[in-house]
């Protein structure tokens, strides 16, 4: 358990004095100093009491060795980000179960996905979400299905069904594979994920349509991921490649710009007399 090490480098990174600190949890300065040297083991009020002052969850406090994390890692904990680095702020995941005790697989359309931003953690708005059932995928995983919207992840269709396997540890991302995340600012974004969790504590986001920008995208700013599976769509997908998407873009851009060129270049028309 590191939870006397840490709360002791969280104190002292910033700066304050145990007297302080035990001012403000409402104990002893000697009673924080054995829960610092590990002396004396904190109850369940105890670690909730540190656990709010600080800002950073019981399991981040008694799991993580704070002292290892990056210097970005730690200021976004300090900043009141804390997702346990792994996502253990989602492990307890809201859903639903059949008749037969067995996950559905909740459908989440472009209407809902405005609700389920500030939702998604409300078994009461789970709940209402529409339900089916894919046999072919596992037993036992959890997967949901998101409607994606607009031209970012061409040749998927706009208007297509991506389903993903819900994922509770963020390590496991694997750079270069297609995951549904849910932002704190942008809603569901259905992206290209490069995990760089452990260097700068953030997702680089990429669209398979090279007309928009990659980003990166903080762990503080990330409510759910779910690994994309497969998608249901009523179209049939362009045999069109990203790169040739762009070719014809260029193309017709430059024959515009040619058509605008002769305009410009032709003669005035002299005027009747």
Do not use: C
């Amino acid at each position: 358990m590191n939870f006397s090490s840490n709360i002791k480098h969280l104190r002292k990174r910033r700066k304050r004095t145990q007297e302080d600190v035990a001012f403000a949890l409402g104990m002893k300065r000697s009673t924080l100093n054995n829960y610092e040297n590990g002396q004396t083991i904190p109850n369940a009020t105890v670690l909730m009491a540190v656990s709010d002052y600080y800002r950073i969850a019981v399991d981040t406090l008694l799991r993580i060795d704070l002292s290892v994390l990056s210097e970005y890692q730690l200021s976004e904990l300090e900043r009141g980000n804390d997702v346990y680095i792994r996502g253990s702020g989602l492990r307890v995941l809201a859903t639903t179960v059949d008749r037969n005790n067995e996950e559905n697989i909740e459908l989440v359309n472009e209407k809902a996905k405005a609700g389920y931003v500030t939702g998604y953690a409300d078994p009461e708005y789970i709940k209402e979400l529409p339900v089916f059932r894919l046999p072919f995928l596992s037993e036992n995983r959890k997967y949901r299905t998101f409607q994606i919207s607009g031209d970012s992840m061409l040749p998927l269709p706009d208007g297509s069904w991506a389903t993903g396997e819900f994922v509770a540890d963020w390590h496991t991302i694997i750079s270069g594979r297609p995951y549904i995340v849910l932002t704190l600012n942008d809603g569901v974004v259905f992206k290209i994920a490069d995990n760089l969790i452990r260097s700068e504590g953030a997702l680089r986001l990429y669209s398979l349509n090279p007309l928009y920008e990659p980003y990166d995208l903080p762990v503080g700013e990330i409510r759910e991921i779910w690994r994309f599976v497969n998608f249901i769509s009523t179209e049939i997908p362009s045999g069109e490649t990203a790169d040739e998407a762009m070719r014809n873009i260029l193309t017709e851009l430059r024959y515009e710009i040619r058509q605008i060129k002769t305009k410009l270049d032709a003669p005035a028309s002299r005027p009747a007399h």
